[in-house]
């Protein structure tokens, strides 16, 4: 579907944790498209809720990754350490 090139995204404040995915999740709109963003992560499958500082952390992450990368469906799986 696309790699971000200058174009603004939009992080919706919508964090759930996916049992099914043991993972955090959240989404975003890029150029009117809905995107699900997966975190796999030990460190966060063990959170109880994502704090502010660990909200922009993600954008952060979600951001680098979708300079540096193609997606191309409607999800996106990010594995972090």
């Not at 964090?15 to 955090?24: E, G, K, M, R």
């Amino acid at each position: 579907m696309g790699k971000l090139m200058n174009q603004n995204i939009i992080f919706n404040d919508d964090f759930i944790f996916d049992v099914s995915q043991s993972a955090w999740r959240f989404t975003a709109q890029i150029s009117g498209q809905t995107l699900i963003i997966y975190f796999h992560c030990c460190r966060l499958a063990q959170l109880a809720s994502i704090d502010l500082s660990t909200k922009f952390d993600l954008e952060e992450e979600t951001e680098r990754w979708l300079k540096n990368n193609e997606y191309d469906s409607e999800e996106i799986h990010l594995h972090l350490d």
